[in-house]
């Protein structure tokens, strides 16, 4: 596993909504939000930073129109790739329903779209109004958002494909090790803290806290 943070526990919890560009060749970041409170403040940083990783390797790694729940530790990452390459992911807690998730997901994405351009879905942008604090907000209580969404969306629930690890996602031949090693929006602190973790972690997540 990848992910595991120590955190104050909460029940359902959103954690981050990140907006991507799925592209030809590699994806692309364009809008990030987060709600890390119940996260170290002094890991946030590397929270941060491995959430946008985690998000880019999903990314690259769902076909155009799939949707996924990939487990890591106690979290699950959702990832919608729709048919133009826009993505949504975002991190959870397993208590979090995958529907509502996904839901949200779809919501800002097509929210996104409408105000973005697809010719400018080239890095991060400050065109989009909303900001996705306010959506993590809006659906941090999957009870109140819930019964709207069964009546507003027609996702199938069925076409969400589950995953127990991350290297369930990662196609043949590949290691996580050896995608954090290479990539470059990881620090070298983020490396090192990875690195650390894996060798005293029994399942192999990356903990902070």
């Known amino acids: 596993c990848l992910i595991h943070f120590y955190k104050r526990r909460q029940k359902m919890k959103l954690f981050s909504l990140v907006i991507v560009n799925k592209g030809d060749t590699q994806a692309t970041i364009l809008k990030t939000g987060y709600d890390l409170s119940s996260i170290s403040f002094f890991q946030r940083g590397t929270a941060q930073e491995f959430i946008t990783f985690t998000s880019r390797i999903l990314t690259e790694r769902t076909s155009l129109g799939g949707r996924q729940s990939v487990k890591e530790a106690e979290y699950y990452c959702h990832v919608f790739v729709r ?11 397993h208590e979090y329903p995958p ?19 697809k010719a400018e879905w080239t890095g991060e942008t400050a065109k989009f109004n909303g900001q996705l604090e306010s ?18 969306s027609d996702l199938d629930e069925t076409k969400i494909i589950l995953h127990n690890t991350i290297e369930a ?8 090790d050896d995608l954090v090693d290479k990539s470059e929006a990881l620090s070298l602190q983020s490396k090192a803290f990875y690195k650390t973790a894996r060798k005293t972690n029994s399942c192999c997540g990356t903990s902070w806290g």
């Open 169 to 176: 996602v990662l196609e043949r031949g590949e290691k996580l």
């Open 135 to 152: 959506y993590l907000a809006k659906f941090q209580d999957p009870s109140k958002s819930d019964s709207m969404s069964r009546l507003q």
């Open 99 to 117: 529907r509502v998730a996904h839901t949200m997901i779809s919501r800002v994405l097509d929210d996104f779209a409408g105000q973005v351009p």
């Open 83 to 93: 048919s133009d390459g826009l993505t949504g992911v975002c991190f959870s807690d």
